[in-house]
């Protein structure tokens, strides 16, 4: 699933050779709390404090975890969904000649 996600930069680092950007998304009212994610890219999106409207590209998994509840020891199963933002690098439209 590809789409535009409009968003504010909050935070950079450089992890294993990825730029990570932490950013938020604008808040749908004055009550609301603004959405945050990380994006991941090849290249650094911008500087703390910009905003942009990367293309991401969004996959993830939802993973098993089993645990015992405290109060009745039997042992239970949470579903932890885990979900990645990677930046759409733009491509480059090919030319090709008319013959």
């Known amino acids: ?11 950079t680092e450089l992890y294993n050779g990825k730029h990570i950007a ?3 998304t604008p808040s749908a009212d004055q ?5 945050s994610f990380k994006i991941y890219s090849e290249r650094p999106l911008g500087n ?3 905003e942009i409207e990367p293309v991401v590209q969004m ?6 975890r089993k645990y015992n509840d405290k109060q009745t020891g039997q042992e239970k199963i949470y579903y932890d969904d885990v979900t990645f933002l990677n930046f759409v690098e733009p491509q480059a439209a090919s030319m090709s000649k008319a013959s």
């Open 1 to 11: 699933m590809k789409f535009k996600l409009k968003c504010r930069i909050d935070r």
């Open 31 to 35: 009550y609301s709390s603004p959405n």
């Open 48 to 50: 703390v404090g910009d």
């Open 22 to 24: 932490n950013v938020s």
């Open 59 to 64: 996959t993830g998994f939802i993973r098993q």
